[in-house]
DNA sequence: TTGTATGCGTTATCAC
DNA sequence: GTGATAACGCATACAA
């Protein structure tokens, strides 16, 4: 080891100034983190994984699948992952499992080759088979989003879709807005059922609650186009549509501009993820404070290699209203995403750590 | 080693069985091939990399960056460096640069930690530090797109955006529309000028380029519509726009649908990708064939390192015709991507290996 | 506080 | 065709 020579100390001591330097005499210390910033030192990371029997890397499933959808925020995600792993002291390893349906296999093989000692998922999923295969292995993981199945589990992170969409209703009646529909997905997923409850609750804490305002559609944006055209049409102009997803609100949108009529100036939407869609149209969404996520997920793995207070519950995050065109009722540009990203125009409405 | 003592032969011999299994008598390769199948037998990866002095791994910058742009494909692409990354016994390390104007010390931490042995690169620009560094420290690298700065560099693979261009010149053609228009970028960066003059190209060829029918614009979804708008009153019904990106051609839908033109029936589009907005809104598109690319640079690499044949030039492919509603002069959906998505719609036009 | 010895699991080398 | 030996670079335990 050239940094050992140079600095005339044993290679021990080296490695005591990395890993646990206040073992080490101050002048030594200083010497050797002298030598080590000199040579560009760094530890060899495959000698340290083998030598310490872990592989301080995560996996993370990537979806094969055809392609990336409209409004999808999971590279978002994993940037914000990739990111936080490196405070962590670990690093990503992204994989794709070669049969959607049959992930484990690829699981799998990275545990039995050690090449990560920990997973996080994403897209759970009732039936899905990874959480009961993990925690029989014995392999640690975290969860952005619920494990349904298993409800003792709470290593996961999720986002509160009822209290954003209901943080996105009374950013509608503060913009004096007061006509307020939803357009969200069939009855039945998780998901769709939790930030459709927001919309019920605010609506209804405000007396202005219209059960019949409400219309389903599948994710794609055809279909939210046509189910939100007979409910645009039923609430009328000055009305609105919180949406359960910037894609849905990009439907919506898409039917006001077919009929002439301004989002925001004439019919308030609210999207919801705050995706490229939602920035490039000016719609107001609610953003998932992926940041806090990632940050808490990887927290949550650290603590469980190294020891350290374990979650006995899940977290759930809020996320934030950010204000955009959509929900302006002074009027908006007649072209998509002009005048300006509303940078600084976001309006705070929770968080956690 | 369990195997070795359930086979009864040495670990070497395990070892030869997994890595030069040529070289181990049948019988024997049989027997420990069961073993190993039998308690699941994985190599230790960490002490493989230890051992053998490489990572088998490839780094990738993801970037930081204020969020993900509408009609991104970097995602997509990633994905299918994940997956090629199989097929080369390798695995990607993405990480991102605290600063995205230094990435440098990124590289320089993986690289001195051993955690890969080579990176890919991805949005080389005029300026970029990165190949030179990667290149006075002898570190292989291979380059989606070209490196401009380093002409004798040839570790690159490309998307023939001329080619790509014409293609939809000529598929427009065939559709029966002769009225062709460009929407791009200004002058000046390398990739709007390079699918512009496919355009020109094209036309000229077809005796129906009309130097008028060009706009430019940048790249957000405002700028491009109101480009598009003047363009598509001058070229009149009947016309065609191709555009140099995905967001631009989805401009110029907004522009159509807002003066109640149906794409395709009234005005045919083509963009340029294959992005998620291609599908999501019926824009016939170009796609890139990110899955050879991928192959194709990770082939690169792993012959750098195991000693093969090497590009003594970049490798450019051509992207293929995509033909969705918005190119079908007989009439498409009212709302977006109702009607099918065209698969199996899809119009080969070349491709490599 | 510092140094020495050992072994993590693998594979290259070379002897048999 | 097979096996013994050594070494990759680090960190743990323990000795000095």
Redesign the pocket.
């Known amino acids: 080891?050239d940094v050992a020579r140079a600095a005339?100390?044993?290679?021990?001591?080296v490695?005591?100034v990395?890993?646990?330097p206040y073992?080490?005499?101050p002048?030594?210390?200083e010497r050797v983190t002298a030598e080590i910033l000199r040579l560009g030192?760094?530890?060899?990371l495959a000698?340290?994984s083998?030598?310490?029997?872990r592989a301080n890397a995560l996996g993370v499933e990537l979806h094969a699948g055809s392609g990336r959808r409209m409004g999808d925020i999971r590279d978002v995600f994993l940037v914000e992952l990739t990111i936080a792993s490196r405070q962590h002291d670990s690093h990503l390893v992204p994989f794709a499992a070669a049969d959607f349906e049959h992930p484990l296999p690829a699981y799998e093989d990275l545990v039995a080759s050690k090449l990560v000692d920990a997973f996080v998922l994403t897209d759970t999923r009732h039936d899905d088979p990874r959480p009961a295969w993990l925690r029989d292995h014995g392999v640690p993981f975290a969860s952005f989003g619920r494990v349904w199945d298993e409800p003792e589990f709470s290593w996961w992170v999720d986002v509160d879709g009822a209290t954003g969409v209901a943080d996105g209703v009374r950013h509608l009646l503060e913009n004096g807005y007061s006509r307020i529909g939803f357009l969200g997905w069939p009855a039945g997923s998780p998901i769709g059922d939790d930030r459709r409850s927001g919309w019920v609750e605010a609506t209804t804490d405000a007396g202005v609650f219209v059960p019949a305002w409400r219309a389903d559609a599948l994710g794609e944006l055809g279909a939210a186009a046509a189910a939100a055209a007979p409910l645009i049409e039923a609430i009328g102009p000055g009305g609105t549509l919180v949406c359960a997803s910037d894609v849905m609100a990009l439907g919506a949108w898409t039917v006001l501009r077919e009929r002439g009529l301004t989002p925001g100036a004439d019919f308030g939407l609210v999207g919801f993820d705050d995706s490229d869609l939602a920035e490039s149209f000016g719609l107001t969404s609610l953003r998932q404070p992926l940041t806090d996520v990632a940050e808490n997920l990887l927290s949550i793995l650290e603590h469980a290699r190294l020891g350290g207070n374990l979650p006995t519950q899940g977290t759930v995050f809020r996320p934030t209203v950010v204000a955009r065109n959509s929900t302006n009722p002074l009027g908006a540009p007649a072209a998509p995403a002009t005048g300006g990203t509303s940078a600084g125009n976001r309006t705070s409405s929770g968080g956690s750590t």
């Open positions: 080891m005339q100390v044993s290679r021990q001591t490695s005591n990395v890993n646990r073992r080490v005499a002048q030594t210390l030192f760094r530890p060899n000698a340290r083998l030598r310490q029997e």
